[in-house]
Nanobody
Framework: QVRLVESGGGLVQPGGSLRLSCAAS????????MNWYRQAPGKERELVAGINRTGGSTTYIERVKGRFTISGDNAKNTVYLQMNSLKPEDTAVYHC?????????WGQGTQVTVSS
């Protein structure tokens, strides 16, 4: 059974850090590109960061460049999103997605709240 489970969200003060995890089961992350998305209340879901199958190429939206880092650990079959210098506008539910030309799989999401 294909499954993605996100974890690591929580409440953090502005300027703080969190590391989100996306643990995959039922497939190998090395066979799929992986993206992190987020959706804030009342806003559309947006792509935050992505990594290709080999891990050799990453992409970020401008607003998180220099603050967020996406990475993968094939041995743990897990993708991470390291988030530093968090801002209140980073508050959202964060989802991971695994996809190729034939299929796409989503996790249930993890809440990140940045507030003092």
């Amino acid at each position: 059974q294909v499954r993605l489970v996100e974890s690591g969200g929580g409440l953090v003060q502005p300027g703080g850090s969190l590391r989100l995890s996306c643990a995959a089961s039922g497939f190998m992350i090395s066979s799929y590109a992986m993206n992190w998305y987020r959706q804030a209340p009342g806003k559309e879901r947006e792509l935050v960061a992505g990594i290709n199958r080999t891990g050799g190429s990453t992409t970020y939206i401008e607003r998180v460049k220099g603050r967020f880092t996406i990475s993968g650990d094939n041995a743990k079959n897990t993708v991470y999103l390291q988030m530093n210098s968090l801002k209140p506008e980073d508050t959202a539910v964060y989802h991971c997605k695994a996809f190729d030309v034939a299929a796409a799989y989503w996790g249930q999401g993890t809440q990140v709240t940045v507030s003092s």
